[in-house]
C-alpha cells in the first residue's frame, strides 16, 4: 500500500488536513486511526469552543480562521445535499481577574486590542452591572469578547470533516501505527499492526496525545504529554441570564451545554497514560462546586449529571501548539501538542500544513511562529491566557 501522504491519527486535526489536502487534488491521502467509533477520541471528548481572546497574533489569526470557517461549515463541508450542523453558539468569553492581580488581564486586553480583537474592559461595577448573577466582591478586572468566540457540537465538527475527506478521495484505516521505516534523514514508510506497511512520501504525525511516540520513532523528542481534563455537567435550579463562557481567575470554565452547564477545572500534571478516561468525580466536591458558588452564587444549587474525561495533547515546551516540519527528519510533518486549543484552531491547522506540504510555504496564515524547530533553538512562546 502506498500514499503521497499518511496521517497519523484522524481526530480534527488529522482530518482537517487531509481535508485541504484532498481539496488541492494534487495528492493521495490515507489516514490511519485507531479508534472505531471515536467516541473516545479526545476530539470528541473535548468543551468544543473557540476564542479569540489570546496574546499571540498567530492564536488570535487561527481562531478568528477557525470561527469564519465554522459559522459557514454547512456551506464548505457539504457533502452532495448534506450539510453538517454543528450547533454553533456566538457568546463571548468572560476573563475574571482578581482584585491586585490585573496586571495580566490588562495586558492581554491590550494586546488583544492592538491586534483587532473585539474585547470590552470592565471594570467590578460595570461587571456587576452587565451580568447580575456575578459576584464581583473579590475582583478587579473582567474581559469580555464581543464577537468571535463561542461553542459547538466537537463530534459532530470531527465527523462533518472525516465525511467530507472520505468524498474526496481521502481512505481512512482502522489501524494503529507501530512504526517508521527509516532511510537516513527520511521516513519512507509507516508501519501498522493490521494493514502492514504504508509506503509515503509524506508523514503527518497527528496523533494528539500520542504524538510523541510517533516522534520518537524518528529519533526526535516531541514535548508533548496528555494531560487529563474533567468535564462535569450539571443543571441550575435558577438558571443565570445569558451567560458566557466564564473563565473565573481561580482557574476554573463554565459555560451553557443545551439546558445545563458544562465546567471544568485548571490544569493537572501530565498523565503516563493517554488511554485513562476515568473521570475524577472527587474534583467537583471538593473544589469546583465550592468555586462555581463563590462566583456565581445561583451555582450553589445545582446537581451534577455526568462527567467525562478526555486528554490535552499538553505542549510541555510552552503550551503552544507544534506545526511543521520535524528538525532532522526531511519528510516528518508535526501537527500536534495544541494544549487545549486543537478544535479551534483545526480549520487554520490543516491549511496551513496542507500548504506547507503541497506549495513548501504558507499562503493563508502564517503558521511559522509555531515551527517545531523553535523546541531546538529554546525560543518559547508567551501565551498568558492558556485554560
Known amino acids: 500500500m502506498r500514499a503521497d501522504v499518511v496521517i497519523v491519527g484522524g481526530g480534527v486535526v488529522g482530518s482537517s488536513i487531509a481535508l485541504h489536502l484532498a481539496e488541492g487534488g494534487q495528492c493521495s491521502v490515507i489516514v490511519i486511526e485507531r479508534a472505531t467509533s471515536y467516541a473516545r477520541a479526545s476530539s470528541a471528548l473535548s468543551a468544543s469552543s473557540i476564542r479569540q481572546q489570546f496574546t499571540t497574533p498567530v492564536c488570535m489569526g487561527m481562531s478568528r480562521h477557525g470561527f469564519d470557517f465554522y459559522r459557514d461549515i454547512g456551506e464548505r463541508l457539504a457533502v452532495e445535499d448534506e450539510r453538517p450542523e454543528i450547533g454553533l453558539v456566538e457568546r463571548g468569553y468572560l476573563y475574571l481577574a482578581e482584585a491586585g492581580r490585573e496586571a495580566g488581564l490588562e495586558a492581554a486586553v491590550r494586546v488583544q486590542r492592538a491586534n483587532a480583537v473585539p474585547v470590552e474592559r470592565l471594570e467590578p461595577l460595570a461587571l456587576a452591572d452587565r451580568f447580575a448573577w456575578l459576584n464581583v466582591e473579590d475582583l478587579g478586572l473582567g474581559a469580555f469578547g464581543l464577537a468571535g468566540e463561542g461553542w459547538f457540537d466537537g463530534y459532530s465538527v470531527m465527523q462533518a470533516f472525516r465525511k467530507k475527506a472520505r468524498s474526496l478521495g481521502v481512505v481512512y484505516l482502522h489501524d494503529e501505527a507501530t512504526g517508521l521505516a527509516m532511510t537516513a534523514s527520511r521516513v519512507t514508510a509507516v508501519e501498522t499492526a493490521r494493514s502492514g506497511t504504508i509506503v509515503s512520501g509524506v508523514v503527518v504525525d497527528a496523533a494528539g496525545p500520542h504524538a510523541a511516540p510517533v516522534a520518537a520513532w524518528a529519533g526526535f523528542q516531541l ?28 482557574g476554573f470554565y463554565v459555560r451553557p451545554e443545551g439546558d445545563g452547564y458544562i465546567a471544568g477545572g485548571p490544569a493537572w500534571l501530565p498523565d503516563a497514560d493517554p488511554d485513562d478516561l476515568d473521570a475524577d468525580y472527587a474534583q467537583f466536591d471538593e473544589a469546583m462546586w465550592p468555586a462555581l458558588a463563590h462566583r ?29 516540519w520535524t528538525p532532522g527528519v526531511d519528510n516528518l510533518m508535526i501537527a500536534a501538542g495544541f494544549s487545549g486549543h486543537g478544535m479551534q484552531h483545526a480549520p487554520a491547522t490543516g491549511r496551513g500544513v496542507a500548504e506547507l506540504i503541497t506549495k513548501g510555504r504558507y499562503e493563508t496564515l502564517d503558521l511559522s511562529p509555531l515551527s517545531v524547530d523553535r523546541v531546538v533553538r529554546g525560543e518559547r512562546i508567551e501565551e498568558l491566557n492558556v485554560i
Open 223 to 250: 514535548p508533548v504529554a496528555p494531560q487529563k481534563r474533567t468535564v462535569f455537567a450539571f443543571r441550575c435550579a435558577e438558571p443565570p441570564k445569558d451567560l458566557p463562557l466564564v473563565v473565573d481567575a481561580s
Open 296 to 324: 456565581i452564587p445561583a451555582f450553589e444549587r445545582i446537581r451534577m449529571s455526568r462527567a467525562w474525561a478526555g486528554h490535552y495533547e499538553m505542549s510541555t515546551f510552552d503550551h503552544n501548539a507544534l506545526i511543521g
